[in-house]
């Protein structure tokens, strides 16, 4: 599974942003694709993840009601809409995919920066 993620640039605080991933390859392997970020200084974190074949949806408990997750299954692309960003969201946002919403990390795409501006 190939994962090509896109979308990332400078926004100022308040402002919205979305990315997108794109899954090619060997997609059948994958029955959940998901974001993660991981900020300076920290720990790479969960941001949400999204089952192909149903309509769970799992997001990471801080970022509810700002981040949602959906997906284009004829274009094999999940998106991550993020509203009302705040400086600490800046961080290199990484595309993955895997078994389920829970074990989502079996693949991983290249990283998107995002900086969010004060």
């Known amino acids: 599974v190939q994962l090509q993620a896109s979308g990332g640039g400078l926004v100022q605080a308040g402002g919205s942003l979305r990315l997108s991933c794109a899954a090619s390859?060997?997609?059948?392997?994958?029955?959940?694709m998901g974001w993660f970020r991981q900020a300076p200084g920290k720990e790479r974190e969960f941001v949400a993840a999204?089952?192909?074949?149903?309509?769970?949806?799992r997001i990471g408990d801080s970022l509810k009601g700002r981040f949602t997750i959906s997906r284009d299954s004829a274009k094999n692309t999940v998106y991550l809409q993020m509203n009302n960003l705040k400086p600490e969201d800046t961080a290199i946002y990484y595309c993955?995919?895997?078994?389920?919403?829970?074990?989502?990390?079996?693949?991983w795409g290249q990283g998107t920066l995002v900086t969010v501006s004060s």
């Open positions: 390859g060997r997609t059948f392997s994958a029955y959940a």
């Open positions: 993955a995919a895997g078994r389920n919403v829970i074990f989502v990390s079996d693949y």
């Open positions: 999204i089952a192909w074949s149903s309509n769970t949806v």
